[in-house]
């Protein structure tokens, strides 16, 4: 990443890149995370940059709760 790049990515803040590749795209692509727009929690600090670790977790057993209630638990419902 250049010195640009990244002093033009701290001016931008996560909510703000997201909901511009909504209005991109010309449809919510993150309504599984989120159910609205995002906000800036804290718009008088500055844009943290760096790269993130991702990765895709799985369970080697099927929940046995039904899906309702896992739904209820994660605040889904």
Same mark, same amino acid.
């Not at 590749?21 to 919510?28: D, H, K, L, S, T």
């Not at 991702?54 to 929940?63: F, G, Q, W």
């Given at each position: 990443m250049t010195p +640009? !790049?990244?002093?033009?990515? $701290?001016?931008?803040? *996560?909510?703000?890149?997201?909901n511009a590749?909504?209005? +991109? =795209?010309? =449809? $919510?692509r993150f309504n599984a995370f989120t159910r609205g727009t995002?906000?800036?929690?804290a718009p008088q600090e500055s844009a943290i940059i760096g790269y993130a670790r *991702?990765?895709?977790?799985? +369970? !080697? *057993? $099927?929940?046995i709760d039904p899906p309702e *209630? !896992?739904? +209820?638990q994660n605040g889904l419902l």
């Open positions: +640009a !790049i990244l002093s033009l990515l $701290r001016g931008v803040d *996560t909510p703000t890149i997201c590749i909504e209005v +991109a =795209q010309g =449809q $919510r995002m906000l800036y929690s *991702t990765a895709k977790i799985a +369970a !080697i *057993t $099927r929940p *209630t !896992i739904k +209820a």
